[in-house]
């Protein structure tokens, strides 16, 4: 059965008397006047507000107008999950009337949510609504500018709503506004998409550590890495196996970073449907289950570092550093690597060309909006290929599913093949290739191959979802940590003698399950050889880890 929809009680709930004295010994008594700003959109927020006497007024602003998002009573209190990843506002708090309240600041927060299983049930139940109502009303701080045939305008969509940050699109070749707009800030078409953060900071063609730098996504996080702190824990990548070492590594004791590239969930949080994982019978979206976790883990104080790209480990050093894209250096005691596998590109000469105005390589819904209607392919033959073929038929015209090999059955869950067979908006085609990508600026035309039979068909698409293979994510680890023939790490017994013995093993005993040719160093998900490509999997991998962290630290 599906869940009932939230209710506006559970979203904004009223604490009972006993809930507020079991709170008020860890808060601040504070009086307001009315019109005080408790917090404006942009603040580091402080804490929560609970409100005793009087009302606040919750407001989304945007210029010299505000929205109501909700009026808070007695009972009543602030926050939403920016409380726990510590991220700016993104609403304007006014006191309606003098009120009494009392403030919590987020550290305490924190150890309530931790040991009160009750309040940390309201508590994060509300914060996640409100974050969802903030989204789905487009109520944020962000604005993008953008065509829908610009690759970078895919990307910092995709982006921001990966990452739960709500925001508003306008569409330059689309709405009537857009130009105002342009002219307002002065800029160019050619220099779209561009970036305006709330209403004031205009960025041009950002990329996603500038976005995420103009949002504040990572305010917190870089201050601690400009003190040269050192963690207990550096993971790196927040897919599903790296989110689990952290959920497991803060809530044992752990000082925690993640470092992640552009999102939580990894290649996973772009599923539009995960129906075989334990625990939810109707299925979950990656991306809600990512979110999930991602919050998760923050309860427990693990830190994440969004738009923060590992390029350079200094594995021959104590504590290990691991030197960011942007040139800082992350230092830690241990290390999990959880950085994931990409799929495999096309081995076409004009594919960049179309990479992102064409050629994707996810399918959510930003990507979905761009084909409604249109004949789309989708190229693999695994559950991610599935998944999305089986979501874009409710949206696309139609879904042509091209595999290289004879069948999908070596390589997809059957209940996928099952609703791929009974659909009949979808056309499996086996043995086949694209060949060649035709379209000026935009792909307009695809041309696949038949291997089998030599047959060639040429089609007026416009959009391919390419999923298929799978490339690890180790680039920058090729000169420290032993590889396999296709450059996953090796981990554990697949670690030979002859491997110890090229990196100079030092200890007298072999590596534990799952850790690298360097101690303390561990490898999950899909970056390890001879992983399950799961998502059950990768999590039981990043939980395991966990305990062999503790027993290398203690040696």
């Given amino acids: 059965m599906a869940a009932p929809p939230p209710t506006q ?81 993104l609403v304007r708090a006014r006191a309606n009337e003098d009120s009494e309240l009392l403030e919590i600041d987020r550290a305490t927060l924190r150890r309530i949510v931790q040991t009160d299983p009750e309040l940390s ?7 996640i609504l409100r974050r969802t109502y903030l989204i789905a009303n487009k109520r944020g701080d962000a604005l993008i500018a953008g065509s829908s045939h610009s690759s970078d305008t895919l990307r910092l969509k995709e982006f921001l709503t990966r990452n739960g940050h709500p925001h508003t699109y306008i569409d330059v070749d689309r709405d009537k506004d857009a130009q105002e707009l342009l002219d307002h800030f002065q ?24 976005a995420a730098e103009c949002l504040g996504f990572n305010a917190e996080v870089d201050a601690e890495i400009r003190k040269d702190h050192v963690y207990d824990l550096i993971v790196v990548g927040a897919g599903p196996s790296g989110l689990a070492a952290a959920v497991y590594a803060a809530s044992e004791g752990l000082d925690v970073i993640v470092l992640e590239t552009s999102a939580p969930g990894g290649q996973a949080g772009s599923s539009s449907l995960i129906e075989n994982y334990l625990g ?34 200094k594995c021959t050093q104590q504590p290990f550093g691991i030197g960011l894209k942007d040139g800082n250096l992350v230092q830690g005691r241990s290390v999990i690597v959880a950085t994931g596998a990409e799929y495999r590109k096309l081995p076409l000469q004009n594919l960049a060309q179309f990479e992102g105005s064409g050629i994707y390589y996810g399918a959510t819904h930003v990507e979905a909006q761009l084909c409604a209607g249109d004949e789309v392919i989708v190229i693999g033959g695994g559950n991610s290929a599935g998944q999305a ?31 791929i067979e009974e659909c009949p908006d979808i056309t499996l085609r086996v043995h086949t290739e694209v060949h060649s990508l035709e379209g000026n600026g935009q792909l307009e035309k695809v041309s696949w191959r038949n291997g089998k039979t030599g047959e060639e068909e040429t089609r007026d698409i ?35 003698a002859a491997d110890l013995t090229e990196v100079g093993w030092p200890l007298s005993r072999q590596p534990y399950l799952f850790e690298t040719s360097v101690p303390r160093v561990f490898a999950v998900g899909d970056v390890r050889s001879g992983s399950v ?10 939980s395991v880890a966990v305990q062999l962290v503790h027993k290398v630290l203690a040696e």
């Avoid at 050619?190 to 550590?209: F, H, M, T």
């Avoid at 416009?462 to 490339?471: E, K, L, Q, W």
């Avoid at 940590?481 to 554990?492: A, R, S, Y």
């Fill in 389 to 419: 073929a089986i979501f874009l038929s409710t949206k696309a015209k139609h879904v042509h599913l091209l595999v290289r090999g004879p069948a999908l059955s070596e390589t997809m869950s059957r209940y996928l093949i099952s609703r």
């Fill in 121 to 127: 049930e309201i508590f994060l139940r509300a914060f």
């Fill in 187 to 210: 800029v160019k078409l050619e220099e779209i998409p561009i970036l305006v953060c709330r209403g004031k900071k205009v960025l041009r063609n950002p990329s996603n550590a500038e």
């Fill in 9 to 89: 009680d559970q979203m904004f709930p009223t604490l009972d008397p006993g809930q507020i004295e079991r709170l008020a010994p860890f808060a601040h008594r504070r009086s307001v006047k009315k019109d005080e700003i408790l917090f404006e959109q942009g603040d580091a927020v402080a804490g929560m507000f609970i409100v005793i006497s009087g009302s606040i007024d919750i407001v989304s602003p945007a210029g010299r107008q505000e929205t109501i998002v909700t009026v808070h009573h007695a009972g009543d209190f602030t926050g939403e999950v920016n409380l726990l990843s510590g991220r700016r506002s």
């Fill in 280 to 313: 939810f019978p109707t299925g979950i979206s990656g991306q809600e289950l990512s979110g999930r976790a991602f919050l998760q883990a923050q309860k427990f104080g693990a830190q994440v570092a969004i738009a923060h790209v590992a390029s350079e480990f």
């Fill in 533 to 542: 490509k799961r998502v059950a999997s990768a999590v039981g991998e990043g």
């Fill in 462 to 496: 416009h959009h391919i979802f390419s999923m298929t293979g799978a490339c690890p994510n180790t680039t920058w680890l090729r000169h420290c940590i032993q590889l396999d023939d296709k450059e996953f790490i090796k981990t554990g017994a697949d670690l030979g």
